[in-house]
């Protein structure tokens, strides 16, 4: 079965810290693989994406992410954390077949201490 | 970035009535969008793909007959809970891919629904 993992229910970090939040995925063929934000209440906000090309992905609010084709993964990173990064991080996936439907991750709550 | 609303925000409404929400692509056409449901502390759950002019293709376990989807136009998507129950109460959110649905996902803001 396809899926998506997050072994981290949460991630605790001071700011000014560098952050981690690790995904780690089971899909067949070259999925395209995503990172979302969900702040209490509200939807998701996309972050980033992996589609092709350079295996380090840049994307909003200072974040990137590495694909590693050979451990399936795709970590979300960023150098120096804020408060402000308090959130729900979701990674996801998107198979390159079967009618597109995203498989997302648990979710992991970061939490970014002043 | 492409913009999808959802309406109404929260709903509390009584065990036994019928609720609608709406999802709406705003600057975009969608002639796919996604019904999810969220759990307190947990991931999304797929509920269902809406198709425009066409029915929804509902993920197994999901009461079609309950939750009602209906894609009227390329921009407007509607999840009509019917005969609601308590248990159903939930964090509802929809989203619209964009393009050719390989690409990023673009998501309502969320619809609280609370049945008493």
């Known amino acids: 079965a396809q899926s998506v993992a997050q072994p981290e229910d949460q991630v605790n970090v001071a700011e000014g810290n560098p952050l981690t939040v690790k995904c780690t995925y089971s899909?067949?063929?070259?999925?395209?693989l995503f990172w979302y934000v969900q702040y209490p209440n509200r939807g998701l906000q996309f972050l980033l994406k992996y589609i092709t090309g350079d295996n380090l992905v840049k994307g909003s609010y200072g974040f990137e992410a590495e694909f590693n084709k050979s451990q399936t993964s795709f970590h979300l990173k960023k150098p120096s954390a804020l408060v402000s990064d308090s959130a729900l991080y979701f990674c996801?996936?998107?198979?390159?077949?079967?009618?597109?439907?995203?498989?997302f991750g648990a979710g992991t709550r970061l939490f970014v201490k002043a | 970035g492409a913009v999808v609303s959802q309406h109404p925000s929260w709903v509390i409404c009584k065990s036994g009535t019928s609720v609608k929400i709406e999802c709406r692509s705003l600057?975009?056409?969608?002639?796919?969008m996604f019904w999810y449901r969220q759990f307190p502390k947990q991931s999304l759950m797929l509920m269902a793909t809406s198709n425009e002019g066409s029915k929804a293709t509902y993920e197994q376990g999901v009461e079609k007959d309950k939750f009602l989807i209906n894609h009227a136009s390329l921009t407007l998507s509607t999840l009509t809970v019917t005969s609601a129950h308590p248990e159903d109460s939930s964090f509802y959110i929809c989203?619209?891919?964009?393009?050719?649905?390989?690409?990023?996902?673009?998501f309502g803001p969320g619809t609280r629904l609370t049945v008493l």
């Open positions: 899909v067949s063929g070259n999925p395209y």
């Open positions: 996801a996936v998107t198979p390159p077949a079967g009618g597109f439907k995203t498989i």
């Open positions: 989203s619209a891919p964009d393009r050719d649905f390989t690409d990023t996902q673009y």
């Open positions: 600057d975009f056409q969608a002639t796919t």
